[in-house]
């Protein structure tokens, strides 16, 4: 079983950055493609990034792209989002997740692909 850890959340002034980190254990890390999704209040849980297993292929939602950056280190079994120029329509409980066979780009996006999820941590955004 696939256990996985979020951190990096916090409080942050519109134009800041914060840095996500996702911990996995309990599997064969380098073998899953991972990828980082959002929930805002009252809204579906949306795609963010994706991140191929040997980190040499990754997806961005268009939201996000320019300003968020995907990567792994697969020694230190974490996945990690670098987010700048944060916006207050950023704010929402971030989860990263790992899919077992992800072959296909396309369907990095999609929730249903992934098959553990972490508990999500908290990145508000202020105005």
């Known amino acids: 079983q696939v256990q996985l850890v979020e951190s990096g959340g916090g409080l942050v002034q519109a134009g800041g950055s914060l840095r996500l980190s996702c911990a996995a254990s309990?599997?064969?890390?380098?073998?899953?493609?991972m990828g980082w999704f959002r929930q805002a209040p009252e809204k579906e849980r949306e795609f963010v990034a994706a991140?191929?297993?040997?980190?040499?292929?990754?997806l961005y939602a268009d939201s996000v792209k320019g300003r968020f950056t995907i990567s792994r280190d697969n020694a230190k079994n974490t996945v990690y989002l670098q987010m700048n120029s944060l916006k207050p329509d950023d704010t929402a409980v971030y989860y990263c997740?790992?899919?077992?066979?992800?072959?296909?780009?396309?369907?990095?996006?999609?929730?249903?692909?992934?098959?553990?999820w972490g508990q999500g941590t908290q990145v508000t955004v202020s105005s």
């Open positions: 991140i191929s297993w040997s980190a040499g292929s990754t």
């Open positions: 997740a790992a899919a077992v066979r992800g072959y296909y780009t396309a369907s990095w996006a999609i929730v249903g692909e992934y098959n553990y």
């Open positions: 309990g599997g064969t890390f380098s073998r899953y493609v």
